[in-house]
């Protein structure tokens, strides 16, 4: 009987500190078969947990627990089952991607060459052109390609659509959908293209400035949070622990609301997981 | 490590061909002339190649997308060091072999010159890459390349001033009044010191954000 471990990722009170900038304590659960959505605008701190994860920059407290294991050393890593895309692929310009098929054979044991031409078939990616005279899309693809390969439990993606053409895009999500049909993988995908996120993930995250301002299943978000549209008048009415972020226009007042906490007699429509982090954040400014 | 290897011979392929028919010409030349210069030449030009490709990796951003990879910082490093030893050995090789050729030219085949020879060429090779790396893993390789220039001008100052202070240093290999024993002491440190700067460049790289 196989048995999954239970998160795929633990985050307890991460933290790290830049000047000018510090990730304050970063709780995150990530349950295996489930896709974390990390959402928050430039500089909030998406790329620096990520790196953390990964011990590409060293953790000034805290714990990191991935696929079950503690992983308090580089050893302690399990690299073998994480597949990693980041905003930019760092092959060097003269490798093709057989060579990198080649590197990634000699790097992974469970590098599966027939998957990777596969996947080089599938995204159109020419076998024998060099990695410097690929488009941004192509190169992100290639690293799509090489992170899938070998078979990993974890996927970790920063930015991992960007460059990339709507169908395109939509090809991947749905890999990356399939990904997660088998309940022992997971993923953890870092984006600015939130309507990605909201097709796919089953757990969204918000930073901003180095802290988790909202953590929920996606759904919950969807079925706890509203948006209508009043005049100042009314607004000024509502319990001030209801509205989550208010937009004023020309015309009308835009906010978001807790829908349980809104009297009868206002249209709630539904919000979008872009207009709820918009709003957020901007009330956070 | 392996595939750290084979990522640094693709690159050796690409960006150091040039590199490697100025060691062949030069290493060429120096059989019919046993100036010291033909020796040291090539050997200077192939400690280059790993400062090189330590630049080319940076242009990529490659150090950080390697930490994804199941690879150790201490492997990442490792695999520099051993690049080197490969790269200076086989030079070393090939000046010997040629230095072989210009003695039995010039029927003054000398078993223990050959040795000496072999020992001062590829200390004076793994030098400025011994002095280099720590740098360069510490604080980047734009860094780590100013510092290996400077070892490189620290080696052509000593030796300037070995010539000033002995006047019988002939530039002619067979002919260099540098006794043996403190040819293989000063191979034995230089190698040493090679080990001491791998330790070191493993210590600040395993410490250093990406």
């Known amino acids: 009987m196989t048995t999954f471990e239970t998160n795929a990722l633990e985050l307890k009170d991460l933290c790290k500190s830049y000047p000018g900038f510090s990730l304050d304590h970063l709780n995150l659960t990530l349950p295996s078969g489930c896709i974390l959505g990390l959402i928050g605008e430039n500089g909030a701190g998406k790329t620096t947990a990520i790196k953390l994860i990964l011990d590409i920059i060293r953790k000034d407290s805290g714990t990191i627990r991935i696929l079950g294991k503690d992983c308090s050393t580089e050893t302690s890593i399990p690299k073998e089952e994480i597949g990693v895309v980041m905003d930019e692929v760092g092959f060097p310009e003269c490798l093709t991607p057989t060579q990198i098929g080649l590197i990634m054979k000699d790097s992974f044991n469970n590098w599966d060459s027939s998957l990777y031409s596969q996947y080089l078939q599938t995204f159109h990616l020419p076998e024998k052109k060099e990695f410097g005279q690929f488009s941004k899309g192509m190169k992100m693809k290639l690293g799509i390609a090489v992170a899938l390969s070998h078979h990993p439990k974890l996927l970790i993606l920063d930015e991992a659509t960007s460059g990339l053409d709507p169908v395109v895009r939509d090809e991947i999500l749905d890999i990356f959908n399939d990904f997660t049909r088998d309940e022992s993988h997971a993923i953890l995908i870092s984006s600015h293209i939130v309507s990605d996120l909201e097709k796919i993930c089953d757990y969204i995250a918000f930073l901003h400035k180095g802290k988790l301002v909202l953590y929920e299943e996606k759904d919950r978000l969807l079925e706890e949070y509203g948006i209508i549209q009043c005049t100042k008048e009314q607004l000024q009415e509502l319990d001030p622990s209801a509205i989550i972020g208010v937009k004023q226009t020309s015309y009308n007042t835009e906010a978001v609301i807790l829908r349980d906490q809104i009297p009868e007699g206002f249209s709630v429509q539904p919000v979008s997981i872009e207009d709820l982090f918009i709003f957020m954040i901007k009330e956070a400014h | ?210």
């Open chain 2, 1 to 210: 490590m392996k595939g750290l290897l084979r990522k640094d011979c693709y690159l050796m392929m690409k960006y150091c061909r040039v590199f490697f028919l100025a060691v062949l010409i030069f290493t060429i030349v120096g059989i019919k002339n046993d100036q010291v210069f033909f020796a040291l030449y090539p050997i200077v030009l192939s400690s280059i190649i790993p400062v090189n490709l330590l630049s080319y990796d940076e242009k990529a951003h490659w150090n950080s997308y390697a930490c994804t990879f199941p690879y150790t910082r201490k492997a990442i490093v490792s695999s520099k060091y051993i690049l080197t030893l490969c790269v200076l050995g086989a030079s070393s090789l090939l000046i010997i072999f040629a230095q072989v050729c210009n003695m039995l030219i010039n029927h003054n085949f000398q078993l223990f010159g050959l040795f000496s020879t072999f020992a001062v060429i590829l200390s004076c090779g793994l030098l400025p890459p011994a002095f280099m790396f720590p740098f360069t893993f510490k604080l980047g390789s734009e860094k780590g390349r100013f510092a290996y220039y400077t070892g490189f001008v620290l080696f052509f100052v000593i030796l300037a001033f070995f010539q000033e202070v002995t006047d019988n240093l002939s530039l002619r290999i067979t002919q260099m009044a540098v006794p043996h024993a403190p040819i293989v002491i000063v191979f034995l440190i230089v190698f040493g010191l090679y080990g001491l700067s791998w330790f070191l460049s493993m210590k600040f790289y395993q410490k250093r954000d990406l």
